[in-house]
C-alpha cells in the first residue's frame, strides 16, 4: 500500500486534528520571546536570538506546517507525472570506497540525500546522516555504506529533526562507534538526542551562532533557513532547524577555504544575507528535490531554478545538489532534478561550477 492508498483509507476525521496557530504579526509584544546559547557567540550584530511564539520557533515570513486537510488533498489527488515516474529507472551511479574514513585528504563525498562526509584540515563532518529506510517513503537508491561502517568522525552536524534527516537507528549507531564524535545541533534538540544516544556529547546553537570547535583550524557557524520542524502531532517548531556554514581561516594550514550546507530551505532572502556575511563561498551544497506539488513544498523546499537562484544569491563558486534520488517524497521523478541542473549549466545559466557527484565519489577540495 502506497501513501496515496494508505491516507485514503483512513478516517477523515483522524487528519482533522490540525493544531491551532497564530501568525507572528497578531502576537502580542510580551508573548515572544527570544532563544540562544548564551556560551557561543553571535556573529550577527543586534541578533537578540530565535523568536519564540510561546513554545514555537518562527521566523518572517512565517513558514508553518501545511494543514492536514492540504496533505489529504495532495495525497489523494492524481500526480500529473505519475506516468512519467513509473516509467523513469532512475538509479544513482554508488562506490563503496571504505578508505575515506581513513584517509586525511581533504575531500567531500555524498552518501546519500542530505548526506555528506566533509574533511577540511584533517577534521572529518558527517551531515545529517539517514541510512535506514523510513516509514512509509519508497527508497530509490540505497547509501553506499551501512551506518555501522562510518568511522573516525569528529563532529556529527544535525540539521533539524524531520526524519529524512535525523535518523534514530543511524544516529544511535554511529556515536556507538565514534566515541570521540561531537554532534552540532540546532536549539532544543537535546531531548531528541539523548533518547537517541545518551552518552552522546553535543553544542546545541541558534542562528548566526559559532560552535566551540576543539581546532583552530575549522570555524562552523549555525545559520538560517526557510524550514520548520516536527517528529510529531503535538511538537511543532519546538526545536530549530538551520543550516551550517563550513570554513577553515586563513591562518589554517590549508588557508581560506568555505563551504555552505543549505540543508533544508524554501527560497528566502537568508541566501543573500548569508552572502555578506561570508563573501567567499567555495562550494554550496544545495536541495534540489522535494519540491512538487508546489502548493504543498515551495514554502520549505527549493526546485532547482530556486537552488540556482540562491546559489547566485551566496555568489559561490560551485554548485552541488542534494535532496534528491534517494528517498522518493514528492511528485516529480527522481531525474528531473539532475537533468533540469545540467540544462540550466549548459545554457549557461549558472553562474559558477556544476558538480553533480554520484554516491560515495571522492571529491577533492
Known sequence: MNRRQLLAALPTAALAGTLAYHTYETMQPNTISYEYNPKLPIIKEGWRGNALVGNQFVMQPLTLPKSFADI?????????????KKAENFKLQTEA?????????????????????????????????????????????????QAKAIRNIDYLLI???????FDEATIATILANNPQAEVLMPLRMEN???????????????????????????????????????RGLTDVNQILWGSFMINTPKSSPRGAYTIYFAADTG??????EIATMFPHIDIAL????????????????????????????????????MHYGTFDLSDEPAGEPPKILTTLHQEGKLNGLLKMPYLGEVVKV
Open 97 to 145: 570506497n571504505p578508505d575515506i574514513f581513513t584517509s586525511k585528504e581533504d575531500c567531500l563525498v555524498w552518501l546519500g540525500h542530505s548526506s555528506f562526509l566533509i574533511r577540511l584540515n584533517g577534521i572529518t563532518l558527517l551531515t545529517d546522516p539517514v541510512y535506514s529506510p523510513i516509514p512509509l517513503t519508497k527508497q530509490l537508491n540505497l547509501p553506499p555504506f
Open 192 to 230: 531528541l538526542l539523548r533518547s537517541t544516544y545518551t552518552q552522546a556529547k553535543f553544542q546545541m546553537a541558534g542562528w548566526y551562532q559559532t560552535f566551540a570547535i576543539k581546532d583552530s583550524a575549522l570555524e562552523i557557524t549555525y545559520l538560517p533557513a526557510k524550514h520548520w520542524c516536527r
Open 286 to 321: 544545495m536541495p534540489v528535490g522535494a519540491y512538487k506539488p508546489p502548493f504543498i513544498m515551495q514554502e520549505v523546499h527549493t526546485n532547482p531554478y530556486e537552488a540556482v537562484q540562491g546559489f547566485h544569491d551566496l555568489k559561490a563558486k560551485t554548485f552541488i545538489p
Open 159 to 165: 540539521s533539524h529533526d524531520h526524519r529524512d534527516h
Open 72 to 84: 489529504l488533498k495532495w495525497q489523494l489527488s492524481p500526480n500529473p507525472q505519475k506516468a512519467e
Open 267 to 272: 527560497y528566502h532572502t537568508h541566501f543573500a
